[in-house]
C-alpha cells in the first residue's frame, strides 16, 4: 500500500522572517525533514504533499528539494491564503484538498503531520481527520530541544479516545459555522467590512434554532442570507423552502403556506401540503413578511407558538419541525405602532436580526460581484474576461445603486450580450453614467467662475473622488491598501471617505464608538 505525507511548509514566507519568528538553529533541519529522518526504511513515503502560501513559494521548493532524497515524488502546491490565520479561509482551500485526499485513502494511507503550519491550520487538520472529512493518521514531530537523550520516539500518533469525538457538538458546531461562512462567501461576496460583520453574525445565528428577522433593501440579498443560514445549521440537509408573502393572492396565502383538505372551498379537489409541512425538518423563508394580511398574521403566531399547523378546512393540528426566516425592506417596528402588524408576532419573528447593508455601503465589493455575474451570463464554464474602463468603474463606484444587487445584476448581463473587448463608460445605463458627473462646489465669493468652464478646486475634488472610489473597488475596502496605493496617511483617507460620502456605515458608526 502506498503512503501519502502531507504537510505544511515549515521553512517560513521568502524574504526576511517576521520580528516575532524565533531563528530556528542551524543544526535544526525542521520536523518534515526530522519525521522522514526518524521513519523505518519500510514505512517510507511514496509521495508528499507540501502545502504553502503565495509568500513562501521559494523556500517551500527548498524544502521540497530535501525531502526528494527520501520520497520519490514530491509536489508543492500554493493555498491561495493571504492571512494563513484566517480559519473561514483556510477552511474554504483545505476542505476541497480534503475531498481529493480522502479520495487517495481508498487505496492509500495517508499521514498529516500537525508540527508544520499556522495554529489555526493544524487545528483545522485535527477537526477535518476527526470529522472524518479526511481519513488519515495525525503525526506530531517532537521539538528537538524536549527530546531527551535517550528518548524512545520523537514521532507521536495523535489519537482522541473520547468515545464519539466526530459528534461531540462543539466539532459540529465549528464545522457547521466554517461551512457558513465559505458558502456565505461564495453567494454574498463578503470582501468589504459590513458585509464581513454580517457573515459573521450569520455564522454565530445559524447555530441557534431562533426564528431571524432579515431587513434590507429590495435587491440587497435578502434570499441569499437566509439560505447561508440554512447551509450554515444543523437543519442544512433538509428542505429550504422560500415564499415571497407579497406575491401571493390573499385568499389563496392561508392555503399555500399551511394547506388545504379536499373540498375547503370551491376548486380545493384534492387535499393539500402546505408549505411549512413542504419544509418540515429544514428552514422556511418568508420574504416580504410585512405584507400578511391579519388572519394570515394570527396563525402564523399560532404556528410559532404550538410549532403546529391546521390546514384549511382540517380539523387535527399537525405537528411541523421548521426554522422560520423571514425577510423585509418595511419598518415593522413603526407598522406595528401603526397597528398594521401584530406586536406580538413582531417579537416572535425577531429572536435575531440582521440587516444586509445596500450595495452603495459595500462598493467594495463590486469587482466580486461583477466577475460572478459575468460567469452566470457566460454559456460556457469559463468565465468571460470583460475589462471595465477606469473611467466606467468610477461611475460604477459612484452610483448610488437604488435596486441594490438585483439592480447590478442586470446592468452586468447586458454587457456579456453588447460589449465585446472591454466594459466603457458609454456602455453603462444612463443612470449610471450619470453619476461620473458630479456637480462641481460652488464658486468663493466674489470670483464666479465662467459659465463654460469649472472651477480648478471642481476638478480636484472631482478628480479625488473618483481615484478614492475606484481604489476602494480595485482593493476590496481595504484601507490600509487603498492608502498605500494613493500614497496618502490612512487618518486622511478615512478624513477624504467621510467627506465624499464613501465611508460604508457600519465602519463608520464603529469608528465614532471607538
Not at 481529493?100 to 499521514?111: G, P, T, Y
Not at 468515545?163 to 462567501?185: D, K, Y
Not at 466674489?446 to 481604489?471: F, K, W
Request: proline content about 8%; aromatic content about 4%.
Amino acid at each position: 500500500m502506498q503512503r501519502i505525507l502531507v504537510t505544511w511548509s515549515d521553512r517560513g514566507v521568502d524574504g526576511p522572517s517576521p520580528a516575532h519568528q524565533v531563528k530556528r538553529p542551524a543544526t535544526d533541519r525542521g520536523p518534515t525533514l526530522r519525521l522522514l529522518d526518524e521513519t523505518p526504511r519500510r514505512d517510507a513515503y511514496h509521495r508528499a504533499l507540501v502545502l504553502t502560501i503565495p509568500g513562501g513559494l521559494a523556500r517551500s521548493h527548498a524544502l521540497a528539494a530535501d525531502l526528494r532524497a527520501h520520497v520519490p515524488l514530491v509536489e508543492v502546491r500554493a493555498i491561495d491564503v493571504g492571512d494563513p490565520s484566517d480559519y473561514a479561509a483556510l477552511f474554504a482551500r483545505l476542505v476541497p484538498i480534503a475531498r481529493e485526499l480522502d479520495a487517495l485513502a481508498e487505496h492509500a494511507r495517508v499521514d498529516v503531520l500537525l508540527s508544520a503550519g499556522t495554529p489555526q491550520a493544524q487545528t483545522l487538520w485535527v477537526i477535518l481527520v476527526q470529522a472524518r472529512m479526511l481519513r488519515a493518521r495525525m503525526l506530531q514531530v517532537i521539538p528537538a530541544a524536549f527530546v531527551p537523550v535517550p528518548h524512545p520516539k520523537a514521532i507521536r500518533v495523535v489519537t482522541f479516545d473520547m468515545e464519539g469525538f466526530p459528534e461531540i457538538r462543539g466539532l459540529r458546531e465549528e464545522v457547521s459555522r466554517l461551512r457558513a461562512q465559505v458558502r456565505g462567501r461564495q453567494g454574498l461576496h463578503a470582501g468589504s467590512e459590513p458585509m464581513r460583520e454580517l457573515m459573521g453574525r450569520v455564522a454565530r445565528v445559524a447555530q441557534s434554532e431562533l426564528p431571524v428577522l432579515v431587513h434590507g433593501e429590495t435587491g440587497s440579498g435578502k434570499e441569499l442570507v437566509a439560505r447561508a443560514i440554512h447551509d450554515g445549521s444543523p437543519r442544512a440537509n433538509g428542505p429550504f423552502i422560500a415564499e415571497n408573502c407579497g406575491a401571493i393572492a390573499e385568499s389563496m396565502l392561508a392555503s399555500e403556506l399551511f394547506g388545504h383538505e379536499a373540498g375547503a372551498f370551491t376548486g380545493a379537489a384534492g387535499r393539500h401540503r402546505g408549505l411549512f409541512e413542504q419544509a418540515a425538518g429544514g428552514t422556511i423563508f418568508l420574504d416580504e413578511v410585512a405584507e400578511l394580511p391579519p388572519q394570515v398574521q394570527a396563525m402564523l403566531l399560532r404556528v410559532l407558538q404550538e410549532r403546529t399547523v391546521r390546514r384549511v378546512g382540517g380539523e387535527q393540528p399537525i405537528r411541523v419541525d421548521v426554522r422560520v426566516v423571514a425577510a423585509t425592506h418595511r419598518d415593522l417596528a413603526a407598522m406595528v405602532a401603526a397597528g398594521t402588524f401584530r406586536e406580538d408576532l413582531y417579537y416572535r419573528l425577531r429572536g435575531a436580526t440582521l440587516h444586509v447593508p445596500p450595495l452603495r455601503e459595500r462598493i467594495a465589493d463590486l469587482p466580486a460581484l461583477i466577475h460572478a455575474f459575468l460567469g452566470e451570463a457566460t454559456l460556457s464554464r469559463r468565465v468571460r474576461e470583460l475589462p471595465i474602463a477606469p473611467e466606467a468603474m468610477r461611475a460604477l463606484a459612484a452610483h448610488a445603486w437604488p435596486g441594490n444587487v438585483r439592480e447590478l445584476r442586470s446592468e452586468v448581463h447586458r454587457w456579456a450580450v453588447f460589449c465585446d473587448e472591454r466594459v466603457e463608460l458609454a456602455d453603462l445605463a444612463p443612470e449610471i453614467r450619470g453619476a461620473a458627473r458630479t456637480p462641481p462646489p460652488p464658486p468663493p465669493a466674489g470670483r464666479p467662475p465662467e459659465a463654460s468652464e469649472p472651477t480648478l478646486a471642481a476638478i480636484v475634488t472631482n478628480a479625488e473622488r473618483h481615484a478614492i472610489a475606484g481604489a476602494m473597488a480595485a482593493h476590496a475596502g481595504n484601507l490600509s491598501r487603498v492608502a498605500a496605493a494613493l500614497d496618502i496617511e490612512r487618518n486622511t483617507l478615512k478624513r477624504k471617505l467621510r467627506a465624499f460620502g464613501l465611508y460604508p456605515r457600519a465602519t463608520a458608526s464603529r469608528a465614532r464608538g471607538a
